[in-house]
């Protein structure tokens, strides 16, 4: 039917049926043609000698690679890609305006570090004498793990974010537990939103200690100025209580006072970072300004020092250590976190899930889990799309949690089983009070199974374990600071 009609309708009008065929036709060959040179373009842009030559590009999701200093130093410069990659050169590119009187002309400019420029062969820079290395270029030329550390400590400003102010929270965080498991203690240094009259934030510092099942709470808090804060963390001082940053090693000194009366917690303790144990910072954005940052600096160190807590001596020689940095808005927001360490491979694990008013229901679902895995030399795998399930008791008390991580030379499962808890209500984010907040901190065995590159995994370990929710966490019959042993 569809051919007679055709054959008619060139009977009938043979000029313009040809007409327009040609036209047809002609129009798809010009459309074939430009999907053919924009093929071309996209192909040559994507072309590391016209970006400044080298062998290979590495970019971020939206463009820009973050933490690229860690990126270089940690990943690039570290086994088992180190010996494998002969130089790599960071380059940025940003839009410039030259204004001369009343005419503005729009400039393309491009940064780098010319000595690494000349390194990885590009065709700009090669033969320009005068472009060398600025002092400052050496924290990217040879990069000081110190430096870094510190730069990933760091303190920030409070963003301009009117409808979240009130939430701010920064803090640094220390655990630790003996190799035996008996005493194990979770340390904070919290600043919170600024003062009524600005210029200050309020500050706290918080230790909860555990022995043999025993949980005590100590803890000062203080006003500190915001100027000082930004410009020294992470050397911290709060009511007495300090931290400094000496090399690689956390220095840290405490005299805090018991919660509940009686003799406080005072003692010195050190926790050591090694190179490239650590991941990166990463940031979530939401309406309104909101956001939520994270990052680790020791995935995993040793511990020394020793505490003298309500009259007795805790001892945490040889114990082993972990730090991580948290900052944003905390209002609605809620997480689950997890980290065990086995024969010098450690596993984090966690997922953020950031208020209704943030972000968008689709939006929410698409914030993946994560989880990374760090090994003696630094980082071999990242996982983005880790499923994470906790299973809980019909009173809310959390009892398994299962995470499942399959990517490219990653196919890791940890089965974490919950031995016990402590459960901290919290008002305002680190401020113990009686809020919908529950703070839920765990102390779990890992079995972790899989594979990691080449490396097959099945070993059982002590880990901790993070869940913080907003909204009723556990019912009054469950509501004590710990669940009993099993």
């Not at 002309?105 to 700009?124: C, F, M, N, Q």
């Amino acid at each position: 039917m569809t051919l007679r009609l055709v054959l008619r309708t060139l009977a009938a009008r043979p000029v313009r049926t040809a007409v327009l065929s040609g036209g047809f036709g002609f129009g798809v060959a010009v459309m074939a043609a430009l999907l053919g040179v924009g093929d071309v373009i996209l192909e040559q842009s994507r072309s590391p000698a016209l970006r400044g030559g080298g062998d290979l590009v590495v970019v971020g999701r939206a463009g820009d690679v973050s933490s690229a200093r860690f990126l270089l130093s940690s990943v690039l410069g570290a086994p088992p890609l180190a010996a494998r990659v002969a130089t790599a050169s960071p380059t940025q590119r940003r839009t410039l305006f030259l204004i001369e009187g009343n005419r503005v002309t729009r400039l393309r400019g491009r940064g780098g570090i010319p000595s690494l420029e000349k390194a990885v062969g590009d065709r700009e820079t090669s033969h320009a004498p005068a472009w060398k290395d600025a002092p400052s270029d050496g924290s990217w030329t040879s990069p000081d793990p110190s430096e870094l550390l510190r730069a990933m400590d760091r303190f920030h400003a409070i963003p301009d974010a009117p409808a979240w102010t009130g939430s701010w929270a920064e803090w640094l965080y220390f655990n630790g537990r003996t190799t035996d498991g008996s005493v194990r203690f979770y340390l904070s240094f919290m600043t919170g939103p600024p003062t009524q009259d600005g210029g200050a934030r309020g500050a706290g510092v918080r230790l909860q200690l555990e022995r043999n099942g025993h949980v005590e709470n100590f803890s000062r808090r203080a006003v500190i100025p915001e100027a000082t804060l930004l410009a020294e963390a992470p050397n911290l001082d709060i009511a007495g209580n300090r931290v400094r940053l000496e090399g690689l090693r956390y220095r840290i000194a405490l005299d805090l006072a018991s919660e509940r009366g009686g003799p406080g917690a005072k003692g010195d303790i050190t926790l050591e970072a090694s190179p490239g144990r650590s991941v990166p910072p990463f940031v979530l954005r939401g309406r309104a300004g909101w956001l939520s940052g994270y990052v680790v600096p020791v995935l995993s160190g040793s511990m020394r020092g020793a505490l003298e807590a309500s009259g007795r001596t805790v001892s945490l020689e040889g114990a082993l250590g972990y730090h991580d940095h948290n900052w944003g808005f905390w209002r609605g927001v809620s997480w689950q976190w997890g980290q065990v360490t086995h024969e010098g491979y450690s596993f984090l694990y966690g997922r953020v899930r950031p208020p209704a008013d943030a972000v968008s229901p689709e939006q929410a679902e698409r914030i993946p889990g994560v989880l990374a895995v760090i090994g003696p030399a630094g980082p071999i795998a990242f996982a983005k799309g880790a499923q994470i399930e906790e299973t809980s008791s019909p009173d809310g008390r959390p009892e398994s949690i299962q995470v499942l991580a399959h990517e490219a030379g990653l196919d890791v499962r940890l089965d974490i089983r919950v031995h016990d808890l402590i459960r901290t209500p919290m008002g305002r984010p680190g401020i113990p009070a009686e809020g919908p907040t529950q703070f839920l901190q765990l102390r779990a065995s890992y079995h972790v199974t899989g594979r990691v590159g080449d490396r097959q995994l099945d070993f059982t370990a002590l880990g901790s374990a993070e869940t913080w929710r907003s909204g009723p966490g556990l019912s009054a019959a469950s509501a004590g600071s710990r669940s009993p042993r099993r």
